[in-house]
């Protein structure tokens, strides 16, 4: 199992030539987008000649930044594209083809959602990223403002304390606030193997919710770039659903139950609805 998705994007060559748009490779952006540009062979071999010896130190420290970068979107579970300075990056829209400008520098990044793009530095990559992408995040509202928090899960329904539950192998744990929705489990059950030795398999989802009452349901996000959350109204089976009882919270999850029907199950078996603890965290 996994939470990466591919990003609808596709690569083609342009069939007209207006607006002196050549015929050659063409990355079109149809969906939220991050793509990182690098230098092409040739440009590189240029920079060395230009460059001599402060090409290294600029390199260096290009690779440093744009390694920042994609640590970063890992682990936010983020998907993004690489190509090389040749590739023309375009989008679509409703009456004509728009064409994203190359920025002076050789190492960079491009944000784009909804028919707008920003082209950023690698050196603030991250608040880039943030401010860009900052519209879309989820204003909480009354009714959604009480599930905020962290909720930890255990085999070990007598664990009652952060450390005691973290501590133990196989825990599951949801994350809700405004910027994003996150349901992650013990990396310890992270394995080549899963059906052997831990006895698990690691996953992290970002979630889109919907509220009734003291029913929260949770939905996998479709879309990997924008992981702020997003209020919906599809009908749909939920991937996991937390409810309150008397101030208890009770999840139901897939996931929870097939980690612990593998053979070699970290977690002993116990029954759905799985308890949830909540953290002020």
């Not at 030539?17 to 990182?36: A, H, M, P, R, W």
Request: glycine share 4%; charged share 30%.
């Amino acid at each position: 199992m996994s939470s990466c998705k591919k990003v609808n994007n596709k690569i083609d060559s342009l069939q007209d030539t207006e607006n002196g748009i050549s015929k050659q490779d063409t990355l079109f952006l149809k969906n939220s987008s991050i793509v990182f540009i690098s230098p092409s062979s040739s440009d590189l071999e240029r920079l060395k000649k230009e460059k001599g010896k402060d090409f290294y130190v600029i390199a260096d420290d290009s690779n440093y930044y744009y390694s920042n970068a994609i640590e970063f979107l890992k682990s936010q579970s983020v998907n993004f594209l690489n190509v090389d300075k040749n590739t023309i990056i375009a989008y679509k829209t409703k009456s004509k083809i728009e064409i994203i400008p190359q920025y002076q520098n050789y190492w960079y990044a491009v944000l784009f959602n909804n028919d707008k793009y920003k082209i950023v530095d690698l050196v603030d990559f991250e608040s880039e990223y943030s401010n860009f992408f900052k519209s879309s995040e989820l204003k909480f509202n009354d009714e959604f403002k009480s599930w905020k928090g962290t909720y930890l899960n255990s085999d070990n329904e007598k664990l009652d304390s952060y450390e005691t539950i973290i501590n133990r192998i196989g825990w599951y744990k949801l994350s809700i606030d405004s910027s994003q929705i996150c349901f992650e489990n013990d990396k310890r059950l992270e394995s080549e193997f899963p059906t052997e030795s831990p006895g698990g398999i690691y996953i992290k989802y970002n979630y889109d919710y919907k509220v009734s009452g003291d029913t929260l349901k949770l939905y996998e996000k479709t879309d990997n770039i924008k992981i702020a959350p997003e209020k919906i109204s599809i009908n749909k089976k939920p991937d996991l659903v937390l409810f309150r009882k008397e101030n208890k919270y009770y999840g139901i999850s897939r996931d929870i139950t097939e980690s612990e029907g593998l053979p070699n199950a970290a977690r002993s078996g116990s029954k759905p609805p799985f308890i949830f603890v909540k953290f002020n965290k």
